[in-house]
């Protein structure tokens, strides 16, 4: 994601890799084995060895590496249709599920067996309980994130997780199912007027946009940050685990930032207010944190694509994208060469996005500190409506890829940095992917495996005699036995600026000019590149 002069060995992996994009190989998916039934949602845990399964009675664990079962956690009319899961010690691992009714529940699968700590939002009275749209655990397992709907109120709450004290009671031999685990605290509570009355900079509140609050938002979207540098002062944090969320609400102009801490706030303060915004100039349409969340990108109502360093506490030169509709999606593309040593953490480097729109087309964006943006459509508007994108989303294993999964059922990787594409993936023969518009996959980054179902259709000639011979099948595909695929496998080095002690705000001043001075010469040629360009077009 970085500079990619600075490493040798991704400059190898990058010129071995083009051998294999000019005709794109094939790639064919195993079935492995049957999944429960209206199987909804997969997730793999964070360290590759546990596959999480919801489904319509209830969850599953499986191991990811033999695919049998280790535990379940059954109920009747309990479908579960959400699923998030993190490793929370050796052998303990922290979930997090949505139900169809919009009920969260949080359970800790330890020593093959599956318990139910807490039920977020269940209430006597069904009237009057909030309905979760969606929930996230970060890292570890410490906090998580929750968007609860009431009525026409939408609100994010982030809540503390005490796992350890619940690994802990878990070794109690009296243990029941009516044993009172330690409780979840809510730590926040945030609605959309908070942004009104959010304390922020002096300098940003010249440029800061108030949002129309008349219509009320249907949506908040979040997402846990690492440290990055000073800008989390003296908050304590395990190795990798988040400090801080930053989220906007949908029809916002503003990106809002929270410090996370394991206590409530005071009764008097129920809903506290921000700790740093980011204004735009137009509504934000979606927004992408990369793998490491050293960088924040946001994609504008006016086509613009804006990134920003966390490092620096600074934007990179914003993009724009000539599209003739408006952003969906977008997502970092991981692209890892190695940085020697603090002195270049600020220095230019190419950040790699994708942008799918909702005519969909998708959309490649290069730019980095002080190089010029370069802007490539990937691929076109697809003319048959069967072709549109369904899913599009960086592998993160995978150097440069992006996976591509269309309404058609058609999948395939593409190679964003050298544009082009490298592998089609194909079904076994008598399989549909089982929810095309909605795909149901996993991606085991540890393990290098893409999950993904699909139903199995009858032999020609033949037909299915009852439900339970009509299979939703688990397929998988192991990357690292394709000899196409190894010039792009790598694993994730260790983020510098999160190991080593963070760049103070004079040392990162430093830095900054730094690599001006030293892009001065690509700066200018790309001015007078500019310059030359709109001479041509002010004489025809």
Known sequence: MYNRKGSAESEMSASSAKKFIKKPATLHLISVTQVPENTNCLACSDDGAYLSLGHSRGLSVWSASSLDCEAEWLQDRIEITSIHMTRISETGYLLGTIDEMGVARVFVYNLESLYCFSVINMVDDVSKRSVCLYFELCKGGEHGAIIMRFNSEITLEIYYFPAQDWLRELKDPKISSNMKWSAIVRVNRVNPSTAITTTLPNILSNFLVLDDTSEPPRHCTPHFLKRCGQSCGKIKAKPGSPVSVCFWWT??????????????????????????????????????????????????????????????????????????????????????????????????????????????????????????????????????????????????????????????????????????????????????????????????????????????????????????????????????????????????????????????????????????????????????????????ATTM
Request: hydrophobic share 35%; aromatic share 8%.
């Open 251 to 536: 029809g916002s102009h503003n990106l809002l930032y929270l410090l996370l801490s394991k206590t409530a706030k005071a009764k008097q303060d129920p809903e506290p207010t921000p700790l740093i915004l980011w204004p735009n100039a137009s509504e934000i349409l979606c927004s992408a944190v990369s793998t490491c969340t050293r960088f924040i990108a946001v994609g504008l109502s006016n086509g613009l694509l804006c990134v920003w360093d966390r490092l620096s506490s600074s934007p990179l030169p914003v993009s724009g994208v000539s599209t003739d509709s408006a952003f969906v999606r977008l997502h970092f593309v991981d692209y890892w060469p190695a940085c020697d040593d603090n002195s270049q953490l600020l220095t230019a480097g190419d950040v790699h996005l994708v942008t799918l729109c909702e005519s969909g087309a998708i959309h490649v964006v290069s730019t980095g500190r002080g190089v010029a943006t370069d802007t490539e459509q990937l691929s076109p508007r697809p003319k048959d409506s069967s072709d549109l994108p369904t899913v599009i989303t960086s592998v993160p294993f995978l150097q440069g890829l992006s996976l591509v999964v269309c309404r058609n059922g058609n999948m395939f990787l593409q190679d964003v940095v050298n544009k082009a594409t490298v592998c089609v993936l194909y079904l076994p023969a008598h399989h549909v992917l089982a929810t095309p518009c909605n795909p149901i996959y996993a991606l085991n980054v540890k393990q290098r495996i893409l999950f993904i179902c699909a139903d199995q259709e009858p032999l020609p000639g033949t037909s299915f005699l009852d439900d339970e011979e009509s299979q939703t099948r688990l397929l998988i595909l192991r990357f690292e036995e394709h000899d196409t695929m190894k010039p792009y496998v790598f694993s994730h080095p260790e983020s510098p600026w999160q190991q080593k002690p963070g760049v103070t705000g004079e040392e990162a001043c430093n830095l900054y000019f730094q690599q001006r001075a030293l892009s001065m010469d690509e700066r200018h040629k790309a001015i007078t590149q500019t310059w030359k360009r709109l001479r041509c």
